[in-house]
Antibody
Framework: EVQLVESGGGLVTPGGSLRLSCEGS????????ISWVRQAPGKGLEWISS????????HYADSVKGRFTISRDNAKNSLFLQVNSLRAEDTAVYYC???????????????WGQGTLVVVSS | DIVMTQSPEYLAVSLGERATINCKSS????????????LAWYQQKPGQPPKLLFS???TRETGVPERFSGSGSETDFTLTISSLQAEDVAVYYC??????????FGPGTKVDIK
């Protein structure tokens, strides 16, 4: 069974940092691009970053570029998101999501984790 | 960025009746060389992550009931639930992946029982 499990969220003050993690199981993690998608409370979905299977291609939304860094460790079936300079508007559930197509980045997502909540507040 | 809009924002339909959700993109998401529309639909139930229903505008994912259908091309797309069931209460999102380093979602349509 394909599973993605996020961790690392929490309460952080404005300007603070967190490192979010996503562990995959039940599939060949190293063969898939993975993305982070966030959802502010009561709001819609916002794609924020993607990383290709071998980390060769990395993309960010303008809203997080320069503040967030995506990375992965295929040996540990893990994806990371280093989030720095956090703002109130970064408050959201952060999901990791697997690309539907394994052979190339597709940018649509067939498996999602349950999410980890990041709250930015003083 | 390609802007996605959806209508209506909220839809209440009687059990067994048809529900129709519209999605519009600010530019075409049809890739002519592939003859495909780069458009996906997701269903999100309360407290759950999104679930992929359709890719390529009309390709149903395994396990998605046949009462769900996706249609449309270029800039105008529709998700139809032919006979609404109680378990279909959810928020539905469209997403374009034509601009694949600039993925964008629609704002969502909430479907409820009348």
């Amino acid at each position: 069974e394909v599973q993605l499990v996020e961790s690392g969220g929490g309460l952080v003050t404005p300007g603070g940092s967190l490192r979010l993690s996503c562990e995959g199981s039940g599939f060949t993690f190293s063969a898939y691009s993975i993305s982070w998608v966030r959802q502010a409370p009561g709001k819609g979905l916002e794609w924020i970053s993607s990383i290709s299977s071998s980390s060769s291609y990395i993309h960010y939304a303008d809203s997080v570029k320069g503040r967030f860094t995506i990375s992965r460790d295929n040996a540990k079936n893990s994806l990371f998101l280093q989030v720095n300079s956090l703002r109130a508007e970064d408050t959201a559930v952060y999901y990791c999501a697997r690309d539907r197509i394994g052979s190339a980045s597709s940018f649509f997502f067939d498996y999602w984790g349950q999410g980890t909540l990041v709250v930015v507040s003083s | 960025d390609i802007v996605m809009t959806q209508s209506p924002e909220y839809l209440a339909v009687s059990l067994g009746e048809r529900a129709t959700i519209n999605c519009k993109s600010s530019q075409s998401v049809f890739y002519s060389s592939h003859n495909k529309n780069y458009l996906a639909w997701y269903q999100q139930k309360p407290g759950q992550p999104p679930k992929l229903l359709f890719s390529w505008a009309s390709t149903r994912e395994t396990g998605v009931p046949e009462r769900f259908s996706g249609s449309g091309s270029e800039t105008d797309f529709t998700l139809t639930i032919s006979s609404l069931q109680a378990e279909d209460v959810a928020v539905y999102y469209c997403q374009q992946y034509y601009s694949n380093s600039r993925v964008t979602f629609g704002p969502g349509t909430k479907v409820d029982i009348k």
